[in-house]
């Protein structure tokens, strides 16, 4: 491709068709509030993406929140892709292949409520970071929040040489008309070798080796993006909050629950020691040497409102919140920098059978509180922010929002579902609820067509599956061996399908998707 408009971007191959939670303006206020400060919730708000990829996140965010959206990501295939996938289900969303020069040149746009990006920052130069904070500081209205995410130090100081020789190899010694994925994996292979030939920097930085093996495994479209683009600007924390100084953005909070839940992340002591740190941004830098942090998701509000803590409290307790898997599937323990802690099953337990209750419909806070009588409210919020955390519950926006968006959510996961006819691409539908994305597995996709065609029973579900499956010639995998046979398959699909009915099905009713 081209460096004639890519800017030094790797954009031979395209990125990946993920979904990011984090991206959702219901879980931004949510952060925001579980950290004492306000966020604007309005039904007739705007909000804009900045870099979208393949578009699956705002695709699903602008359907299943009220207001309208606007993004841009300069790939043209892929913004190609996420204005068909627009298109498909009559969304409104105004959606670019602008840089963001050309997005800040517009006189069309509106202020927005929330402005986000999501792996962007520390990929694209130092003027288009000037630009971002530009646009911010235009269209970002008074109240509104900002979300960034970006490869940070100190964690990433020892493997930072690593992603120079993979960037190097692929300037200097690859052929400039070998396949993507050909680069990708020679610069793979000739950083192995250099390795393995002990150089000094290997015994500085132990581990090298298990990382890089560790990347050899990923996805190769997530790889290019993140280890082979050109520009690549690593910064400590303090570094991006005096960035977004100028556009009057002050840092709020992490979009990551499990930050507040101190015993998972820091020893007791570094929770002594941060505790003596009185300002609050010289305490969120000391942190993340405890933690050695190598990626942050923080939130940045222009004008930030501080709640009161009544005003806190009672904006937690009227948040509805709902699980996302089977309660019996929940996992038993929860792993965070400070190692790998036990879900107290005398905690757990009780909080789990509450949301269960009532098929999983959702509920408030002060709803569980009455629920759980004897369980103190820091506990049980504390248990909440730890499902969140592990994506196994989610917070909800109001019963009104979800009512505005339940039509057009339905229209879109019923494009998606069609898509799984095809790919499993996209594994994720959109939730009114919650406000966000699920994730619901290709072949349970194919399950919830066979209910849209009124087929009532598991066995059916899975002849359909099956046929879809057989004509595309692939088979399923169970044990690590193929299924050959037709009756294996179905068996194996027939099998899965009855789980779904008992399991997840349930769910994804009580999330309005099914």
Not at 124 to 145: M, T
Not at 202 to 220: D, E, F, M, V, W
Not at 233 to 262: H, R
Request: proline share 5%; charged share 20%; hydrophobic share 40%.
């Amino acid at each position: 491709m081209s460096d004639a408009w890519n800017e030094g971007y790797f954009t031979d191959e395209g990125y990946t068709y993920s979904y990011s939670r984090e991206i959702n303006p219901v879980f931004q206020r949510y952060c925001l509030l579980l950290r004492g400060s306000a966020g604007l919730e309005t039904t007739d708000g705007y909000h804009c993406e900045l870099g979208f990829g393949q578009g699956v996140s705002i695709n699903i965010h602008a359907a299943a929140n009220p207001g309208s959206y606007v993004g841009t990501d300069f790939h043209p295939g892929q913004a190609g892709h996420a204005i068909a996938l627009a298109n498909s289900w009559n969304s409104d969303a105004r959606l670019y292949d602008d840089s963001f020069e050309q997005l800040l040149a517009r006189n069309d746009l509106p202020q927005f409520d929330s402005i986000s990006l999501h792996g962007i920052w520390t990929w694209v130069s130092r003027d288009n970071q000037q630009l971002i904070v530009e646009f911010a500081r235009r269209h970002l209205k008074p109240g509104g929040l900002l979300y960034v995410s970006y490869n940070c130090l100190p964690g990433w100081s020892p493997s930072a040489p690593l992603r120079n020789l993979f960037r190097l190899h692929d300037r200097f010694a690859t052929s400039s008309s070998a396949r993507p994925d050909q680069r990708i994996d020679a610069a793979l292979q000739f950083s192995e070798a250099l390795l393995a030939a002990n150089p000094n920097y290997a015994g500085t930085a132990p581990g090298l080796n298990a990382q890089l093996q560790s990347i050899k495994g990923q996805n190769r479209q997530y790889v290019a993006h993140e280890y082979f683009n050109r520009e690549w600007n690593c910064m400590y924390f303090t570094d991006v909050v005096d960035a977004f100084a100028p556009a009057k953005l002050d840092y709020a909070a992490t979009a990551v629950p499990l930050d507040t839940v101190d015993p998972l992340n820091l020893s007791a002591e570094g929770m002594d020691f941060l505790e003596g740190i009185d300002h609050p941004i010289m305490r969120e830098q000391a942190r993340d040497y405890f933690v050695n942090q190598n990626f942050r998701r923080d939130l940045y509000v222009r004008g930030a409102n501080r709640l009161s803590a009544a005003e806190q409290r009672q904006g937690l307790l009227n948040t509805r919140f709902i699980l996302l898997q089977p309660a019996e599937s929940v996992a038993a323990s929860v792993k965070g920098p400070a190692g790998e802690a036990s879900l107290q099953a005398e905690v757990y337990g009780p909080v789990l059978e509450a949301l269960a209750a009532d098929a999983y419909v959702a509920k408030t806070l002060r709803q569980l509180s009455s629920a759980l009588p004897e369980m103190p409210f820091d506990d049980l919020l504390q248990a909440l922010s730890v499902l969140i955390g592990m994506s196994a519950a989610a917070p909800c926006q109001s019963e009104a929002a979800e009512r505005l968006v339940q039509a057009r959510c339905s229209t879109l996961n019923l494009q998606l579902c069609k898509r799984s006819l095809l790919s499993d691409k996209i594994q994720v539908l959109a939730s009114p609820v919650t406000g966000g994305g699920i994730v619901v597995s290709r072949f349970h996709q194919l399950f919830l067509i066979s209910l849209k065609q009124g087929k009532k029973h598991p066995a059916d579900w899975a002849q359909l599956a099956w046929a879809v499956l057989a004509e595309q010639d692939v088979v399923l995998v169970k044990n690590n061996q193929p299924l050959n046979t037709a009756e294996e398959n179905i068996a194996e699909l027939t099998e899965q399908a009855h789980a779904f009915a008992a399991g997840s099905l349930v769910t994804l009713r009580a999330l309005n998707i099914a």
